[in-house]
């Protein structure tokens, strides 16, 4: 519907009390979003950043609009309650951006984007909204020499497992407080930051390399202005969002991720883009693809390597060419030009981080989908993460209530070899959180490949261990793992895809009728 012409001026009038000129507001107007703020160390250097695209955005003939809303870094809340509200402003996020563009009448969106709730926040606004658009990514965090390893702020956790246990001092513990977070840039590991800007390239929504450029390397500025120049193209072509993060372009990236041994995470993510764009992509579409998609990057933390490791291996074009058979590259990208086309010039540089098809560091894909009695909707296992003794494994059940108990238990010795953790109302009907301190703990305490974990939260995508995530029905819902007690026989068969507890159906309805009986 065309907009009232008094509508317009007095839109304009306010534009000139903002203080732009006249010749500004003939030109289209591009809603630029800021990601900055001192709220999160990835996102302290999108100031400089914001800046190269609206640089770019200008000298393509355009007038760039700011606006600004900080992503969280997850690992701030510390877990337990505040955990729940780290998922939450992803929805927060994109409903302000929405909000903002449809009052302000933007021309076309540009996103400065950085980690685990923020890139899939503004996927899934352009998906919604549907204006062309174009996102920027802030790149990965450098990591530090730390005597012969490279650490960074995931290591924070292990290290402290590492000093409970008596390996390190409390002086080895403060070098690592005090050098592992540089700042600039997501966590550069393929945590759930780097696997959803690997999805948002594999997409088609930035310029090819964006995904793998360190936060503080010039490229990335580079990177920027251009991206402010093409979003321009992308308005004089029409072409929007929905044409480029089409099914086929929504299934390369599935491949991608499995390839890369991405976070866990992302599965949530894709499919609550995937209904936003209204595709119908069941949980089963990711075993489906992981059986034919083999896992052929060695970055951390299933690999020894980092995303610089990564950069220099040729970046995620690099992989997506040697994924290039198994892949659509007819679908559009923000470059106006084909996946197949933006391939062309790519080539893989350093064979041990990126490996060849025909030799893959695992035949599968890094994930798998379980089903059994205790899930019966579907579990989520990043299998490349697990030691190969526990693919299949049975253990004992000891139940917890909240990710803090289980800590504590584990602090104090009171899960043992031998054990499943069984991590329940984490589920996002309930408190939604994810075991990220747990699992660390687990690998600082050196019991990552003795005790298994299983719970309805998330896992974060720096963990490994025998780890089973999102089990569905959740405990909020009394779904089985709400039925689970102390004591109980848990049977993990990831090869089989299965995962069950070993109680009588007829002794799990009778819990189930005690379970309603108190709630």
């Known amino acids: 519907m065309k907009e009232l012409e008094s509508a317009v001026l007095f839109r304009q009038c306010l534009r000139l009390g903002v203080g732009f000129a006249p010749e500004e507001l003939d030109r289209p107007i591009v809603g630029v979003v800021n990601s900055y703020g001192e709220v999160n160390p990835a996102a302290i250097h999108l100031g400089k950043v914001t800046s190269a695209a609206k640089a ?21 809340s510390g877990g337990g309650t505040a955990q729940r509200y780290s998922f939450a402003t992803r929805d927060i996020i994109s409903s302000y951006v929405e909000a903002v563009t449809r009052v302000q009448h933007f021309d076309a969106l540009l996103f400065t984007s950085v980690c685990d709730w923020g890139v899939p926040a503004h996927l899934i606004t352009c998906a919604r909204l549907n204006i062309p658009s174009i996102v920027v990514l802030g790149g990965y965090m450098m990591p530090r020499s730390y005597g012969s390893e490279d650490i960074c702020p995931f290591d924070m956790l292990s290290k402290f497992g590492l000093f409970k246990s008596g390996k390190i001092t409390e002086e080895q513990l403060e070098v690592v407080k005090h050098g592992a977070c540089t700042g600039s840039g997501a966590c550069p590991q393929m945590g759930t930051a780097n696997t959803m800007a690997a999805v948002a390239e594999a997409m088609g929504m930035t310029l090819p ?83 034919k998609t083999p896992t052929i990057c060695s970055v951390q933390p299933l690999g020894k390597y980092n995303l610089r490791d990564l950069d220099e291996a040729g970046g995620l074009p690099a992989l997506m060419k040697e994924l290039a058979p198994l892949l659509n ?36 894909g890094s994930i798998a989908i379980l089903r059994g009695n205790l899930a019966p909707n579907g579990a989520v296992v990043k299998q490349v993460a697990v030691p190969k003794k526990m693919l299949k494994y049975q253990g004992r059940a000891k139940v917890f209530n909240t990710e803090e108990e289980a800590c504590e238990a584990l602090m104090s010795k009171y899960l043992r070899p031998g054990d499943v953790a069984v991590i329940r109302y984490l589920g996002d009907k309930a408190e939604p959180g994810e075991i990220v301190r747990f699992l660390k703990l687990l690998v600082g305490m050196n019991l990552d490949s003795s005790i298994a974990a299983v719970t309805d939260g998330r896992l974060s995508g720096s963990d490994r261990g025998c780890a089973i995530a999102h089990v569905q029905p959740e405990a909020a819902e009394k779904g089985p793992i709400a039925l689970v007690e102390d004591g109980d026989t848990i049977e993990i068969d990831i090869p089989n895809r299965t995962i069950s507890v070993l109680v009588s159906s007829d002794k799990l309805a009778n819990r189930l009728s005690d379970l309603e009986k108190h709630k």
Not at 253 to 268: E, F, K, M, Q, W
Not at 272 to 284: K, T, V
Request: net charge positive; glycine share 10%; aromatic share 4%.
């Open 56 to 76: 770019g955005i200008r000298f393509a003939g355009g007038t760039p609009i700011e606006f600004c809303i900080s992503s969280v870094c997850g690992g701030m």
């Open 209 to 291: 390399g964006n995904s793998t450029t360190a936060g503080v390397d010039n490229k990335l500025l580079t990177i920027a202005f251009h991206s402010g120049m093409q979003v321009l193209n992308l308005l004089r072509n029409k072409i929007r969002p929905r044409n480029i993060m089409t099914r086929d372009s929504v299934l390369n990236a599935i491949r991608v991720y499995l390839a890369l041994g991405g976070s866990t995470n992302a599965i949530h993510q894709i499919l609550d883009l995937s209904a936003q764009l209204g595709l119908d992509i069941p949980l089963e579409t990711f075993d489906e693809l992981g059986r």
């Open 329 to 364: 590259l007819d679908v559009t990208t923000v470059t106006g030009r084909t996946l197949g086309e933006n391939l062309s010039k790519a080539e893989v540089r350093r064979r041990e981080v990126i490996h060849a098809l025909s030799n893959p560091l695992q035949k599968e």
